[in-house]
């Protein structure tokens, strides 16, 4: 069986600030056994101009993410928020242009983008992936990977295979960290109440480490935990699976 050619969509925010996770998940697959590829071409997908209301805006973006990513037997990224404006948004973005090559180029394209743990679970068809992370955890499921792009239980079910693990409940998971991109600014104080509640829960669980599949929602909640004092720190879900015994990849 010939390996499984993944382009890596690192997404601009964690190429900027959060690097190491990308690097994670080029490191988990590569162990997996793909074969896996980081487009130079590739830019922002656009959300944070759809999001927001400029739809024109988007348009040379997804322009380039339909070019950049053609070809590739799977598209993966560590953001649940990043692949829901592809899956979802690039569509509509294409229909408004009325350009028929760019709706053909987006629809070829984005069926074959995930999220990473979509991906682990869905075409790789695994959910052990030699992970060794000795600590307690909770897991925050993030709004678009939850609500629209429907990851259910996948996540949870990579964490739970994770030898040494102590896996806890998190109370009110399903709830929004209040994060939700230009909400956090537009509303800021509905947002820190929001983030506040979220991180007083993660506290109450016992927990080392907070792990999401979005590090927008960890940036919120955990500068919110950082502010309390807790001792409690966040981590994105592919650094954790990446994470083996010997501390390598």
């Known amino acids: 069986m010939m390996p499984v050619r993944v382009a890596l969509f690192a997404t601009c925010f964690n190429d900027v600030m959060w690097p190491e996770t ?3 998940v080029v490191r ?8 896996v590829e980081f487009p130079l071409e590739q830019t922002c997908c656009g959300q944070m101009f759809t999001n927001t209301g400029y739809a024109e ?7 380039n993410f339909a070019a950049t990513f053609a070809g590739y037997d799977a598209v993966v990224a560590p953001s649940g928020s990043c692949v829901g404006s592809v899956r979802h948004q690039h569509r509509d973005v294409a229909a408004r242009v009325g350009d028929a090559r760019l709706q053909a180029a987006v629809e070829a394209v984005a069926p074959n983008v995930y999220e990473l743990s979509e991906f682990l679970v869905d075409v790789l068809g695994v959910t052990d992936v030699g992970a060794y992370f000795p600590h307690r955890v909770t897991y ?3 709004c678009h990977s939850l609500r629209m792009l429907r990851v259910g239980d996948r996540p949870l079910r990579l964490l739970e295979a994770v030898r040494g693990i102590d896996l806890v409940e998190l109370p009110g998971a399903e709830q929004c ?18 983030g506040a509640g979220k991180a007083a829960a993660a506290r109450r669980t016992g927990a080392e480490v907070l792990v999401a599949g979005d590090n927008s929602c960890l940036a919120h909640i955990g500068g919110l935990l950082s502010r309390q004092r807790g001792g409690m720190r966040v981590m994105h879900l592919a650094e954790l699976l990446a994470t083996t015994e010997d501390g390598g990849a």
């Open 28 to 35: 988990l697959l590569r162990r997996l056994g793909c074969v």
């Open 177 to 194: 960290c209040g994060f939700g991109g230009t909400f956090a600014l537009k509303n800021a104080d509905t947002s820190i109440a929001m």
């Open 140 to 142: 925050h499921p993030t």
């Open 22 to 24: 990308p690097k994670a």
């Open 57 to 63: 805006e988007a348009i040379p973006a997804v322009r």
